[in-house]
């Protein structure tokens, strides 16, 4: 089954504004991380948020997480051109190996 | 900061060649992956890897694939007979605890280019 489902596939806004990442999962998970993705540096956790937390921030990360709906949402805040960069969302399995499962992604474009 | 290094950053070979991608994992960390990403597609993961043993694989990694920590500190991906299809980002991420559990840590990757 599809894990991690993220929305909108691609965000355009200008610098100074917030932006918004939506992501679904459908199985039950103990945590679920964002990444993000720049062709020099690979992936890039951004943070991680449990399953009993409802929110969590990071500077100008904010993390929501409803685990009746089977959702998370990624906010940053005041984004800046470098922000640029696609965006997932990643749920661990519950085995020993605990892979991570990705999503297609959201590509944010954020212009000066 | 510690970091997952990864080498080559590229690797071109023909088809039907081994090719095997190189990585350095977080010191002290204890599981290890292999993922990788077609481009245009989502990462996908192929092979996780503890206390010297494989502890799950996807279905992609089938007997053209195997993993090896030759020694303290490298863990590698060889694919035996490159196909076409094989042609991905590569990445290789580390866990200090069970991958679950907490975030891993990507390496940069290794473009596969197979002609």
């Known amino acids: 089954s599809q894990q991690g489902e993220e929305d909108p596939q691609a965000l355009s806004i200008q610098e100074g504004e917030n932006a918004t990442m939506n992501c679904s999962y459908k199985t039950s998970i103990n945590n679920l991380q964002w990444y993000r993705q720049n062709s ?7 943070i991680l948020i449990r399953s009993n937390e409802r929110e969590k921030h990071s500077g100008r990360l ?13 906010l940053i805040t005041a984004s800046r051109a470098a922000d640029t960069d696609s965006y997932f969302c990643a749920t661990p399995t519950y085995n020993q190996g605990g892979k991570l499962i990705f999503g297609q992604g959201t590509e944010l474009s954020v212009k000066p | 900061e510690p970091e997952v290094t990864q080498t080559p950053s590229h690797q071109v ?3 039907g060649q ?3 991608l190189r990585c350095v994992p977080i010191s002290n960390h204890l599981y290890f992956y292999w993922y990788r990403q077609i481009l245009g597609q989502k990462v996908e993961f192929l092979v996780s890897f ?11 990694f089938d007997d053209q694939f195997s993993v090896e920590r030759p020694d303290g ?12 299809e094989d042609s991905a980002m590569y990445f290789c991420a580390s866990s200090g605890v069970a991958g679950g559990s907490n975030e891993q840590f990507f390496g940069p990757g290794t473009r596969l280019t197979v002609l």
């Open chain 1, 40 to 46: 020099g540096r690979g992936l890039v956790h951004l």
């Open chain 1, 62 to 74: 904010r993390v929501t997480l409803d685990t009746s709906k089977k959702s998370s949402s990624l």
């Open chain 2, 13 to 15: 070979t023909q088809m």
């Open chain 2, 18 to 20: 081994e090719v095997i």
């Open chain 2, 50 to 60: 503890y206390n010297n043993e494989i502890s799950e694989k996807s279905e992609i």
């Open chain 2, 73 to 84: 500190s490298n863990f590698t991906l060889k694919i035996r007979s490159t196909k076409l």
